[in-house]
């Protein structure tokens, strides 16, 4: 399975950092269209799918790769 961010979404907000087990995920500095900076992956190939971002975030930034985006 492939975790896609889609990055329009994300209000910088820093909940899925803060719980990732693996501390994989960060704030870049790019910014969104709405100005807020995005959650990225330091290193995604440490991702064990565990789906707490998934959970976490307000927002569902994260989907898996192929759904339907809307
Ligand atoms: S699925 Fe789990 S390990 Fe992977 S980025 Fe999300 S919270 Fe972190
Ligand atoms: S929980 Fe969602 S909105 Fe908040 S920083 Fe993470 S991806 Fe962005």
Redesign the pocket.
Known sequence: MKIK?LED?????????EFCPKKI?A?SDKRNLLG?K??CWKSPENCNHCGI?YL????V??VEDGEIER
Not at 9 to 17: D, P, Q, S
Not at 56 to 59: D, R, S, V
């Open positions: 961010i979404r994300c209000k910088g907000c820093g909940l899925c950092i995920l704030l807020y995005i959650v971002c976490m975030c307000p927002e930034v994260f």
